[in-house]
T-cell receptor, first 111, second 114 residues
């Protein structure tokens, strides 16, 4: 089951630069997409979401872009900070509200 | 800030034993969920619960699993007869609204089946 795919297992970025995390999906029934951040030994922490009828949502340093025709979304973090180093998961949510997660991308922000 | 809590943080059990994982969702939330993450794999949905009944469940959630809200605050996941492959991190989550509502996750319970 690969309804949500994160093809980059890891990403390293210099502090202050932009981090771009990517996610692809196959399920056209998702009507919300969410990004979560996860530190070791903790549960996922909600970051930002976007409705499928929007193409952009911004919250502080975090912006999510949705390209429905390409079935692709991305999370931009600007500027990146060392505290942003974590595993980032994208997830799709359909009518039943269960979240279908990608496999995650380990972001490392280098000082 | 309100948060989802889970107990215990780590549970070790013998194969075939019953385990109960406990969660206290955020108090004004109405929707409750269990997910699990086997080491090195994705976070997977198990079950959702609303209005004192299961609203959705995945293929993983077979007859060995059950959920209950025994009182106004706790939400439990029971595994009747644990198998080795049940070893995983189990996360409880809750949400306030249905449509688009973000789910807030607890810190997880690490279940180890020997």
């Amino acid at each position: 089951d690969q309804q949500v795919k994160q093809n980059s297992p890891s990403l390293s970025v210099q502090e202050g630069r932009i981090s771009i995390l990517n996610c692809d999906y196959t399920n056209s029934m998702f009507d919300y997409f969410l990004w979560y951040k996860k530190y070791p030994a903790e549960g996922p922490t909600f970051l930002i979401s976007i409705s499928s009828i929007k193409d952009k949502n911004e919250d502080g340093r975090f912006t999510v872009f949705l390209n429905k025709s390409a079935k692709h979304l991305s999370l931009h973090i600007v500027p990146s900070q060392p505290g942003d180093s974590a595993v980032y998961f994208c997830a799709g949510s359909g009518s039943a509200r269960q979240l279908t997660f990608g496999s995650g991308t380990q972001l490392t922000v280098l000082p | 800030e309100p948060e989802v809590t889970q107990t215990p943080s780590h549970q070790v059990t013998q194969m075939g034993q019953e385990v109960i994982l406990r969660c206290v969702p955020i108090s004004n939330h109405l929707y409750f969920y269990w997910y699990r993450q086997i080491l090195g794999q994705k976070v997977e949905f198990l079950v959702s619960f609303y209005n004192n009944e299961i609203s959705e469940k995945s293929e993983i959630f077979d007859d060995q699993f059950s959920v209950e809200r025994p009182d106004g605050s706790n939400f439990t996941l029971k595994i009747r007869s644990t198998k080795l492959e049940d070893s995983a991190m189990y996360f409880c989550a809750s949400s306030e609204a249905l449509a688009g509502g973000e789910q807030f996750f607890g810190p997880g319970t690490r279940l180890t089946v020997l």
